[in-house]
């Protein structure tokens, strides 16, 4: 039995030490945002903070893990998807499949909590992961729009088929 820090409260573990804290955050603690991709460490769809840190799960021991490190998972990254980078992703619809996509947030605030004004190639050295639907423009751009607080100017609002704009 381990403790883990997840989203703001101490969690028992049951699993082997040697367990990656990408399965028991989904299979102990059912916190599915969290995304299997390759498990090695190449695709960032199982990115997590921890103590901040942008960190991949699937190569991440538990028993490597103090129970003071305070681990979150996009579950915890704002109690109703209102962190400004979850808006501003539903703003400029970036995902495709979304299978990415919560990897993909929580590096972008990593990034912006770091950075807030991110030029192109910090983006670039910050969002290593990998989307096979190609959504990469549309992160850039929502990760841009953040750093302005722009995700509602004319330039970036996107006109839905319903006709709404957001
Ligand atoms: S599943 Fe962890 S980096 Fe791909
Ligand atoms: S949105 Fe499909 S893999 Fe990124």
Same mark, same amino acid.
């Given at each position: /039995?381990?403790?883990l820090?997840?989203?703001g409260?101490?969690?028992?573990?049951?699993?082997?030490? &040697?367990?990656?804290?990408?399965?028991?955050? *989904?299979?102990?603690?059912?916190?599915?945002?969290? @995304?299997?991709g390759?498990?090695?460490?190449?695709?960032?769809?199982c990115t997590?903070? +921890?103590d901040?840190?942008? $960190? *991949?799960?699937?190569?991440r021991?538990?028993?490597?893990? @103090?129970?003071?490190?305070?681990?979150?998972?996009?579950?915890?990254?704002?109690?109703?998807?209102?962190?400004?980078?979850? @808006?501003?992703?539903? %703003?400029? &619809?970036?995902?495709?499949?979304?299978?990415?996509?919560?990897? /993909?947030? /929580?590096?972008?605030? !990593?990034?912006? @909590?770091?950075?807030?004004r991110?030029? &192109?190639?910090? +983006?670039?050295?910050?969002? $290593? #992961?990998i989307?096979r639907?190609?959504?990469y #423009? =549309? +992160? *850039? !751009? %929502?990760?841009?729009?953040v750093? !302005?607080? $722009?995700t =509602?100017?004319?330039?970036?609002n996107?006109?839905?088929?319903?006709?709404?704009?957001?």
């Open positions: /039995m381990q403790q820090h997840v989203n409260k101490l969690q028992a573990v049951d699993a082997e030490g &040697d367990t990656p804290l990408l399965w028991a955050l *989904r299979e102990q603690l059912g916190l599915t945002g969290t @995304k299997y390759c498990g090695i460490a190449a695709c960032g769809a997590v903070h +921890i901040g840190v942008p $960190t *991949r799960s699937c190569v021991p538990i028993s490597s893990i @103090k129970p003071a490190e305070k681990i979150i998972t996009i579950e915890g990254l704002s109690p109703n998807g209102s962190h400004p980078v979850q @808006k501003a992703w539903v %703003a400029l &619809d970036v995902p495709q499949c979304g299978y990415c996509q919560c990897g /993909m947030v /929580m590096a972008a605030v !990593a990034l912006l @909590k770091e950075k807030p991110p030029t &192109d190639a910090d +983006i670039d050295a910050a969002i $290593t #992961n989307c639907c190609g959504t #423009n =549309r +992160i *850039r !751009a %929502a990760i841009k729009a750093a !302005a607080g $722009t =509602r100017t004319a330039g970036l996107i006109l839905h088929t319903d006709g709404s704009v957001a």
